[in-house]
């Protein structure tokens, strides 16, 4: 069984930080490439950042020199640490895993945190 749990969220104000995690089970994890979405009210999801097996990543430029993913292969675990942190960044976050042959929409999603920046 395929569980993808993530932790971290809250209420903070702008110019803070928060560390997102996103731990894993039912998978291996070392060969999944590991991301981190958001949805904001009434938007899309949209991909925050990924990390692929080798480690090399990928930001949105909304994130970019604010946010940094990294990836724990000995405890199945992402993170994603967010600096100066914006109100354009509340939504709910959510970590999807996925193998690189297949679309990240394919791949298996957790339930989701919310993070809430107050102006």
């Known amino acids: 069984q395929v569980q993808l749990v993530e932790s971290g969220g809250g209420l903070v104000q702008a110019g803070g930080s928060l560390r997102l995690s996103c731990r894993t089970s039912?998978?291996?994890?070392?060969?999944?490439?590991m991301g981190w979405y958001r949805q904001a009210p009434g938007k899309q999801r949209e991909l925050v950042a990924d990390?692929?097996?080798?480690?090399?990543?990928n930001y949105a430029d909304s994130v970019k020199g604010r946010f940094i993913i990294s990836r724990d292969n000995d405890k199945n675990t992402v993170y994603l640490e967010m600096n100066s942190l914006q109100p354009g960044d509340t939504g709910i976050y959510y970590c999807?895993?996925?193998?690189?042959?297949?679309?990240?929409?394919?791949?298996?999603w957790g339930q989701g945190t919310q993070v809430t920046v107050s102006s």
């Open positions: 999807n895993a996925h193998r690189r042959a297949v679309f990240a929409s394919s791949g298996s």
């Open positions: 039912g998978i291996i994890f070392r060969l999944n490439v």
């Open positions: 990390i692929n097996i080798d480690r090399s990543t």
